[in-house]
């Protein structure tokens, strides 16, 4: 007998590009099963769930879906409340009493530790219900895929933002240094390096949480490639770290803040920067030191969406729709590489991706610890997409000098 009630789709964590393509993937795949009564969407996450503020998705036409999935950002709002098992059970009750029988959760992995929770909660009591969880994160860094929704758009986008900074910093040399977001893991910074195309182009060093973060090893990092090309372009991700695992910015800053939940503010703050265009500036005398910390601004930016991540994420949706109504069955989504390019999506079990965190693999990033591998460039270029921009140089030959 197939399982009949309501679809309530809620939206977690930090917004990307494409996560509306998720949310409609699923809204217009759950149209198509006649057991579907209703398609609920929770404001804010899993605060609106609790506060049951939820509005009625069903009603939507689907040209105005249409436009939501072609924009950034969560269009039902997000939260960073993470749920304990008394909130969760507080989720269940308003779930339970509204008729809510598949529960769809876009989010990375606080959010695949919360549908988790809730199902546990619902076979606790008998209640015949269908929990899935969707990835997204620009971080790249859930357990069980190959990469994330939300990803390949922030990569492009940082990978625009390096080249850039590259000419800039050719045409007026001196030192630059970018603040990548990325706590725990530094595939967003990584792709930094595929702003390269000439032997010159920054970014020329790259520093990654995975990998011990030496003061006096960057400082001789900098003046190597200084010395070399007369300037230097430097990606640093937010969490670049010590050997004790130690943030960098809590080692060298006077103050630092943190959130409610004790972790290091380390996005929205230039201090890292700072730091290190500071020691750089003591250390070399060099006058021309720039730091850059991108912020928000990686996350939702309209104009640099990749089409192969546009794709997948709407695929994602859709494939968690028929997993959960078609198929009756619970867990997450998961995207898979095969062959070169194309992907499989796959039903994981929710165990194995709940609040853990994937890393950078230790063939992406080179033996000095500054810099990522061929293997990484490789992983990266299809989840760009197509029709990246080409910086080009001028090749005209120089002129003779006559008077000097």
């Known amino acids: 007998m197939k399982l009949e009630g309501k679809v309530l789709i809620a939206q977690g964590g930090g917004p990307t590009a494409v996560i509306n393509q998720s949310l409609v993937g699923i809204i217009l795949e759950a149209r198509r099963y006649p057991q579907i009564t209703k398609i609920y969407g929770a404001l804010n996450g899993v605060s609106g769930i609790v506060d049951e503020r939820f509005?009625?998705?069903?009603?939507?036409?689907?040209?105005?879906?249409?436009?939501?999935?072609?924009?950034?950002?969560?269009?039902?709002?997000?939260?960073?409340d993470k749920p304990d098992e008394a909130y969760c059970k507080q989720m269940f009750e308003v779930m339970r009493a509204h008729d809510i029988r598949y529960f769809f959760y876009i989010g990375g992995n606080d959010s695949s530790d919360t549908v988790r929770i809730v199902s546990e909660e619902a076979k606790k009591v008998g209640y015949d219900f269908r929990t899935m969880h969707i990835p997204k994160t620009i971080d790249n860094d859930l357990m069980g895929n190959d990469h994330t929704p939300g990803y390949g758009s922030a990569a492009r986008f940082v990978t625009q933002c390096f080249m850039g900074a590259n000419l800039d910093n050719r045409a007026l040399k001196g030192v630059y240094i970018g603040v990548v977001m990325g706590r725990h893991a530094g595939f967003l910074t990584a792709a930094s390096a595929m702003a390269q195309r000439f032997p010159d182009d920054g970014p020329h060093l790259i520093y990654l949480p995975e990998r011990p973060f030496h003061m006096s090893q960057f400082l001789s990092d900098v003046k190597n490639v200084y010395d070399k090309y007369g300037r230097c372009v430097i990606a640093a991700s937010e969490g670049v770290q010590d050997e004790n695992g130690q943030p960098i910015m809590i080692k060298y800053a006077n103050k630092v803040e943190r959130d409610a939940?004790?972790?290091?503010?380390?996005?929205?703050?230039?201090?890292?920067?700072?730091?290190?265009?500071?020691?750089?500036?003591?250390?070399?005398?060099?006058k021309r030191v720039r730091a850059d910390t991108f912020g928000y601004l990686q996350r939702s930016f309209l104009g640099s969406v990749s089409d192969t991540d546009r794709a997948e994420a709407r695929e994602v949706g859709e494939k968690a729709a028929q997993y959960a109504i078609l198929h009756?069955?619970?867990?997450?989504?998961?995207?898979?590489?095969?062959?070169?390019?194309?992907?499989?999506?796959?039903?994981?079990?929710?165990?194995?991706?709940?609040?853990?965190?994937?890393?950078?693999?230790?063939?992406?990033?080179?033996?000095?610890?500054?810099?990522?591998?061929?293997?990484?460039?490789?992983?990266?270029?299809?989840?760009?997409?197509?029709?990246?921009?080409?910086?080009?140089?001028?090749?005209a030959p120089m002129v003779k000098k006559l008077v000097r």
């Open 261 to 286: 939940y004790g972790n290091v503010q380390l996005s929205g703050s230039g201090i890292l920067g700072d730091i290190l265009a500071t020691y750089i500036k003591n250390k070399f005398h060099i």
């Open 55 to 80: 509005v009625d998705l069903t009603q939507e036409t689907e040209r105005n879906l249409e436009e939501i999935a072609n924009t950034p950002s969560s269009a039902l709002g997000s939260t960073r």
């Open 328 to 395: 009756d069955m619970d867990g997450s989504i998961t995207i898979q590489r095969v062959g070169d390019y194309a992907v499989d999506y796959r039903l994981t079990d929710i165990g194995q991706i709940a609040a853990l965190t994937r890393c950078m693999p230790d063939a992406f990033i080179n033996e000095e610890a500054n810099h990522v591998t061929e293997a990484f460039r490789s992983y990266a270029r299809p989840l760009l997409g197509s029709n990246m921009p080409i910086a080009g140089r001028l090749r």
